[in-house]
């Protein structure tokens, strides 16, 4: 079983990766990997969601840590941003963030972060892998950490301070907290740029985070901006670091037209703007009025911020709501991400319902139960269907296909200037899969 999907580890708690003894040799393994590369660091910074497992997962973790040498801190109930913000405060200290974002309770999970204060990368996640398959005597693990007092506090504060001088016009929004790790600091932050603002889905109870809620669900928030004639809403998941953006009337802005918006008005020309494979092809052609290329990577915002990195890139994101600023923090973050377009929305006098003219191509993204991953360039039904997908369509029409990184899903994602032609793909799609199905 592979141990790191799209973002990290998720799994079910107390199974898999996430029982007793995996999680003491993933704490042990993470320890082994820093002192190998980071000969540094002494200590682990550890923050989590609202999740009940959460604890259960953290007493774990701290004991293979401990084990392998290193010291924990507790930040406590924080977003996954934090941990980058911390770590660049303290030197000689990584991360590791106890969450499973969007998902429901019933799922957990680890994110992990280096002594720079970046989420690893997909090299280092092999390195630990590999850590993990080592033979350790667990026996005697044992946890011993120290509680990190007022993080929150600390947390707020540097999200302000990248924010010095910001002065925004009067706003009246709706947030939707998911009942996550900002369920209490987003609130703070907003008053301290005098923001009004109404929220909702702010009282977690260790079951109730994403249930109803958040940026997976959209219905409850999309009701209460129109209900309470809000300016607009956003929607936040269970780690803070998405947001989803409604309009005044309910509807939701597309992720691909914040991030054009936010690209038009910031980036030079000449500059690059990075996003995923699963970005809208019209960005392509809306940003190059302004002569900013367009740069793509696999899917995941850990990969953006690599990408942007590379290539000296201060701006980029995916469209389900990562937004990430390089020149204020390593990785995304939901109340930065706000308070960023509070001020352009300020600065340009702009309303978020006409913030951009971009208009986007039919796109639909389905997925599919498969019942066995093989490797994709294996398959030769979908490799037939992939060269008659080229052979049929225009330059403008985009197709991917790939697994879920955490689900026994596939998923196809196409964009066509005809709705029509992408549902008929579709279909036909659907039938090879469930003709694998079959045969498994």
Same mark, same amino acid.
């Given at each position: 079983?592979?141990? #790191?999907?799209?973002?990290?580890?998720? !799994?079910?708690?107390?199974?898999?990766?996430?029982?007793?003894?995996?999680?003491?040799?993933?704490?042990?393994?993470?320890?082994?990997?820093?002192?190998?590369?980071?000969?540094?660091?002494?200590?682990?910074?550890?923050?989590?969601?609202?999740?009940?497992?959460?604890?259960?997962?953290?007493?774990?973790?701290?004991?293979?840590?401990?084990?392998?040498?290193?010291?924990? /801190?507790?930040?406590?109930?924080?977003?996954?941003?934090?941990?980058?913000?911390?770590?660049?405060?303290?030197?000689?200290?990584?991360?590791?963030?106890?969450?499973?974002?969007?998902?429901?309770?019933?799922?957990?999970?680890?994110?992990?972060?280096?002594?720079?204060?970046?989420?690893?990368?997909?090299? !280092?996640?092999?390195?630990?892998?590999?850590? $993990?398959?080592?033979? *350790?005597?667990?026996?005697?693990?044992?946890?011993?950490?120290?509680?990190?007092?007022?993080? !929150?506090?600390?947390?707020?504060?540097? /999200?302000?301070?990248?924010?010095?001088?910001?002065?925004?016009?009067? $706003?009246?929004?709706?947030?939707?907290?998911?009942?996550?790790?900002?369920?209490?600091?987003?609130?703070?932050?907003?008053?301290?740029?005098?923001?009004?603002?109404?929220?909702?889905?702010?009282?977690?109870?260790?079951?109730?985070?994403?249930?109803?809620?958040? *940026?997976?669900?959209?219905?409850?928030?999309?009701?209460?901006?129109?209900?309470?004639?809000?300016?607009?809403?956003?929607?936040?998941?269970?780690?803070?670091?998405?947001?989803?953006?409604?309009?005044?009337?309910?509807?939701?802005?597309?992720? =691909?037209? /914040?991030?054009?918006?936010?690209?038009?008005?910031?980036?030079?020309?000449?500059?690059? $703007?990075?996003?995923?494979?699963?970005?809208?092809?019209?960005?392509?052609?809306?940003?190059?009025?302004?002569?900013?290329? *367009?740069?793509?990577?696999?899917?995941?915002?850990?990969?953006?911020?690599?990408?942007?990195?590379?290539?000296?890139?201060?701006?980029?994101?995916?469209?389900?709501?990562?937004?990430?600023?390089?020149?204020?923090?390593?990785?995304?973050?939901?109340?930065?991400?706000?308070?960023?377009?509070?001020?352009?929305?300020?600065?340009?006098?702009?309303?978020?319902?006409?913030?951009?003219?971009?208009?986007?191509?039919?796109?639909?993204?389905?997925? #599919?139960?498969?019942?066995?991953?093989?490797?994709?360039?294996?398959?030769?039904?979908?490799?037939?269907?992939?060269?008659?997908?080229?052979?049929? $369509?225009?330059?403008?029409?985009?197709?991917?296909?790939?697994?879920?990184?955490?689900?026994?899903?596939?998923?196809?994602?196409?964009? =066509?200037?005809?709705?029509?032609?992408?549902?008929?793909?579709?279909?036909?799609?659907?039938?090879?899969?469930?003709?694998?199905?079959?045969?498994?």
């Amino acid at each position: 079983m592979k141990m #790191f999907g799209t973002d990290g580890i998720r !799994d079910f708690p107390y199974k898999n990766f996430l029982k007793k003894e995996a999680l003491i040799k993933i704490g042990y393994s993470f320890s082994f990997f820093l002192k190998r590369n980071y000969k540094n660091t002494k200590n682990i910074f550890i923050a989590q969601d609202t999740r009940k497992s959460s604890n259960y997962i953290a007493r774990n973790l701290i004991k293979g840590i401990n084990l392998g040498g290193l010291n924990t /801190i507790m930040l406590g109930v924080l977003p996954t941003s934090s941990l980058s913000i911390f770590i660049d405060k303290y030197p000689y200290s990584s991360g590791i963030m106890i969450t499973a974002s969007h998902n429901d309770h019933s799922y957990n999970g680890l994110k992990f972060f280096n002594e720079s204060g970046e989420k690893i990368s997909t090299h !280092d996640e092999e390195q630990i892998e590999k850590a $993990f398959n080592m033979k *350790v005597r667990l026996s005697k693990a044992k946890a011993t950490n120290l509680k990190y007092e007022n993080a !929150d506090k600390e947390y707020i504060n540097e /999200i302000i301070k990248r924010f010095k001088g910001l002065k925004l016009r009067e $706003f009246n929004i709706g947030i939707d907290l998911a009942n996550g790790s900002s369920y209490k600091v987003t609130k703070k932050i907003l008053r301290a740029f005098g923001v009004g603002f109404k929220a909702i889905s702010d009282k977690p109870n260790g079951l109730n985070i994403n249930k109803n809620c958040g *940026v997976e669900n959209l219905n409850r928030i999309s009701k209460f901006v129109v209900k309470k004639k809000l300016d607009f809403g956003i929607a936040i998941d269970g780690d803070a670091d998405r947001i989803v953006i409604i309009g005044n009337k309910g509807e939701i802005i597309h992720g =691909d037209k /914040i991030m054009s918006y936010i690209a038009s008005n910031r980036l030079k020309a000449k500059s690059s $703007f990075v996003t995923t494979i699963m970005g809208n092809t019209a960005l392509d052609s809306e940003l190059s009025k302004k002569h900013i290329k *367009v740069i793509r990577t696999d899917v995941g915002d850990k990969n953006v911020y690599y990408k942007m990195k590379e290539i000296n890139s201060n701006f980029g994101g995916e469209n389900s709501g990562h937004y990430i600023f390089r020149n204020l923090l390593h990785t995304s973050d939901s109340n930065l991400s706000l308070l960023y377009i509070l001020g352009l929305l300020t600065e340009r006098k702009s309303k978020i319902n006409t913030i951009s003219k971009i208009t986007l191509n039919p796109s639909v993204l389905k997925s #599919f139960i498969i019942h066995k991953k093989r490797p994709i360039n294996k398959i030769k039904e979908i490799q037939n269907f992939i060269t008659d997908f080229n052979y049929k $369509f225009h330059s403008n029409s985009y197709l991917n296909i790939r697994y879920s990184g955490t689900e026994n899903k596939i998923r196809i994602l196409i964009q =066509d200037t005809s709705l029509k032609r992408i549902n008929a793909q579709i279909k036909i799609f659907k039938g090879i899969i469930e003709d694998l199905n079959d045969k498994a």
